[in-house]
């Protein structure tokens, strides 16, 4: 298992006389598939490169198992910090336990671990606050509709506290007084894949279930949604379709008039956050406990300061 792990890897490598001294960090991140935590993969390695750091970064694949191997291999290692994004945010407190016995800094990046109350000294967490990203998408969207209108909601996995932080958004924005006339007619777990969301997106049509807009707790989903709008000939330049995140993929989508609102997630400055947060730790220096790199609303109308920033 650990030949496979390490034939596996990414490694980024200062090419310097320094370079046997430079720190070692390891990272494990849940997925290499994903586009999102591909962006959030390249901020950790120009970050490193830029601080003079080693980063080996390894491919979960989704597999719960084989990220806590990753973390134990990384121990065994010695490596001076670990950065986890992680596959399963229930399983981070057998991490914090096995990180932080070994006495080394642990990151956790992009996605809150279930034990972030009680993380200890030389644990930190970098990401964005989740109660802000499905409220300012579902608060545009209120706006849009007029405060009044049916709602199909696509959920990321449910493993994944993101997923359900950013549902409960959802939820809280649709009971305040401006928006009370919205109703949410259906939830479906679309696992943060576009696939998954087309297929959710097609059965929803083929049930004929009447809804006004749909709200995705992250771009892919709703690009997903679109596609299955168009291949049914039910998109119209009013149809509402909602994300969080702001790829590449979901500015192009915006651009051409099909993805109504989205919300930045600064994917890069998560990545070199986490190192930042690493090197900071590795040298015992003083950091908060939760990071936060802030969301910001993206729409039609303020498009163009957003290209290229994911």
Not at 258 to 286: E, H, R, Y
């Amino acid at each position: 298992m650990k030949k496979l792990l390490v034939a596996a890897a990414v490694t980024t490598t200062l090419l310097s006389p320094l370079a046997a001294q430079a720190q070692k960090i390891g990272v494990t991140m849940a997925a290499f598939d994903d586009t999102f935590l591909t962006i959030l993969r390249n901020g950790i390695s120009d970050a490193s490169k830029k601080a003079g750091a080693s980063a080996q970064i390894e491919d979960a694949g989704n597999d719960v198992g084989k990220q806590l191997s990753q973390v134990q291999n990384m121990i065994a290692q010695k490596y001076d910090a670990i950065i986890v994004n992680p596959v399963d945010t229930d399983a981070t407190p057998k991490i914090t336990k096995m990180v932080t016995d070994a006495k080394i800094p642990l990151i956790y990046v992009n996605r809150k671990p279930v034990d972030f109350a009680k993380l200890p000294a030389g644990v930190a967490f970098v990401a964005s606050d989740e109660k802000v990203s499905g409220t300012l998408e579902t608060e545009h969207v209120c706006k849009l509709l007029k405060g009044k209108g049916n709602i199909l909601v696509l959920m990321g996995e449910l493993s994944n506290e993101a997923a359900r932080t950013r549902t409960q958004d959802i939820e809280d924005v649709v009971k305040t007084k401006d928006c009370s006339g919205m109703k949410i007619v259906d939830k479906r777990e679309g696992k943060w894949s576009r696939t998954a969301a087309q297929d959710i997106t097609t059965n929803w049509l083929s049930s004929g279930i009447k809804f006004d807009a749909i709200i995705a707790n992250n771009d892919e989903m709703a690009i997903g949604a679109i596609n299955a709008l168009k291949a049914a000939k039910k998109w119209t330049p009013a149809t509402i379709v909602a994300g969080i995140d702001a790829t590449p993929d979901a500015l192009a989508s915006m651009k051409a008039g099909d993805l109504k609102v989205t919300v930045f997630q600064n994917a890069a400055g998560q990545g070199s956050g986490s190192v930042d947060a690493a090197i900071k730790l590795i040298k015992k220096q003083p950091i908060d406990r939760f990071v936060n790199v802030p969301f910001e609303l993206v729409t039609p109308e303020n498009l163009s300061k957003y290209s290229g920033k994911n």
